[in-house]
């Protein structure tokens, strides 16, 4: 018998597209075209896959590289997600506390308030929609978490810096130290992420492969939706990144901790 297979994280990305344009975005949202939000059907998909490959998974997110709010069928993306509750533990939203909380989508929340958090990040860009929008979850009982990224004091003390997408030419020694020492290893055990069914450990390397920014670094993830390789094959390709002591995208990346520029800290949500 195989042992359970579980993701710490797994994250939906529905959408590409925000309404801000962050200068360090670590998903490059302000610098690229958007895809195509998910659909119903592509998520109902993609969840169907990885359910056939993963145990379980302790949270789910729908966000990912954009601005989640803005996706205009997120209420039935959040019922859709909550077909497969038995196999989360959580269920996160992340927004940038900008886009108006819909009628409908206060009522999906409210539906499954009891396993969900919304994780939302205050840029302090617009306040009274923001204190808005904090009103309105919390006065409907909707679990929310917010992280103040404007001023002093901001929260982890701001953001990091992954640098450009070009190759550093590190050692494998170097580069088992950026991997270990990254947050995305060290803190998260992998922050698991898919948009078109490939399954990848971190933003860094998912955005840079889809983006054409990285070489097709295919040990780097999983096809899901691959109909020729078996879900055990595919639960092994998993369990090899998880084992991983580097990704080959590691050396196309600043990393956040100990490299680069030493995991200095900027002010967050600088708009372009
Ligand atoms: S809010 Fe800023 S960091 Fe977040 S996705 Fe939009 S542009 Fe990127
Ligand atoms: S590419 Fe490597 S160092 Fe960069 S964020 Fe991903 S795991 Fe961390």
Not at 44 to 56: C, H, M, S, T, Y
Not at 83 to 94: A, D
Request: charged share 25%; aromatic share 8%; net charge negative.
């Amino acid at each position: 018998m195989n042992d359970i297979l579980l993701l710490g994280k797994l994250t939906l990305i529905i959408t590409t597209r925000c309404n801000l344009k962050c200068a360090l975005c670590c998903e490059y949202v302000p610098q690229n075209k958007p895809f195509p939000d998910m659909t119903l059907d592509e998520e109902q998909k993609i969840l169907e896959a990885v359910f056939n490959v993963v145990d379980r998974v302790h949270t789910l997110h729908l966000s990912g590289g954009g601005e989640p709010f803005l996706h205009k069928d997120l209420p039935a993306l959040i019922d859709a997600a909550f077909e497969y509750e038995s196999r989360f533990e959580r269920f996160m939203l992340f927004t940038n506390s900008t886009i108006p909380v819909s009628d409908d989508l206060l009522a999906a929340l409210g539906r499954h308030k009891d396993k969900t958090l919304v994780h939302a990040s205050d840029y302090g860009i617009h306040p009274e929609r923001t204190a808005e929008i904090y009103k309105i979850l919390n006065a409907n009982g909707i679990n929310t978490r917010v992280l103040k990224y404007y001023g002093e004091a901001q929260d982890f003390d701001g953001w990091v810096d992954f640098g450009d997408y070009k190759s550093r030419g590190r050692t494998k020694a170097e580069l088992n130290t950026v991997f270990s020492n990254c947050a995305v290893t060290r803190d998260m055990h992998g922050n698991w992420r898919t948009r078109d069914g490939t399954l990848h450990w971190c933003s860094r390397s998912q955005r840079g492969l889809e983006l054409g920014l990285l070489p097709m670094f295919n040990d780097d993830f999983v096809d899901l939706l691959d109909k020729n390789t078996t879900c055990e094959h595919k639960r092994e390709q998993i369990r090899r990144i998880m084992g991983n002591q580097h990704l080959q995208a590691c050396d196309w990346c600043s990393g956040d901790q100990g490299t680069g520029d030493h995991s200095k800290r900027y002010p967050a949500a600088v708009q372009l």
